[in-house]
């Protein structure tokens, strides 16, 4: 009886052990900002001004919280910062006149 309640303590330490795992975002900082500057270099800042600026002003947030050490509030940002940044990139590449390659 004393092994089972053992093994099944273990077992129980294990999965528990899991949910400590890092959640981070799937996007990173450095993706974001390159993202960004390809939006910006696409002519978002005239063809999608809304999105453009909100993605600046999420990824500014964004580092100033990581800074801080609130990771996990960063992360959020960050997560805004990188929709509104992809929505600002395909508006800008949707509204050219020329393709570019």
Request: glycine share 6%; net charge positive.
């Amino acid at each position: 009886m004393r092994r089972v309640v053992t093994i099944l303590l273990g077992a129980a330490l294990l999965l528990s052990g899991c949910a400590g795992l890092d959640q981070r975002p799937s996007v990173s900082v450095d993706a974001t900002k390159e993202l960004f500057n390809a939006a910006k270099y696409s002519g978002a800042i005239v063809k999608s001004p809304y999105e453009y600026h909100a993605a600046e002003i999420y990824l500014n947030q964004a580092l100033q919280e990581y800074d801080k050490g609130h990771n996990s509030v960063g992360d959020a940002y960050l997560l805004k910062a990188n929709e509104f940044a992809t929505q600002a990139y395909k508006n800008a590449k949707k509204f050219r006149k020329i393709d570019l390659k």
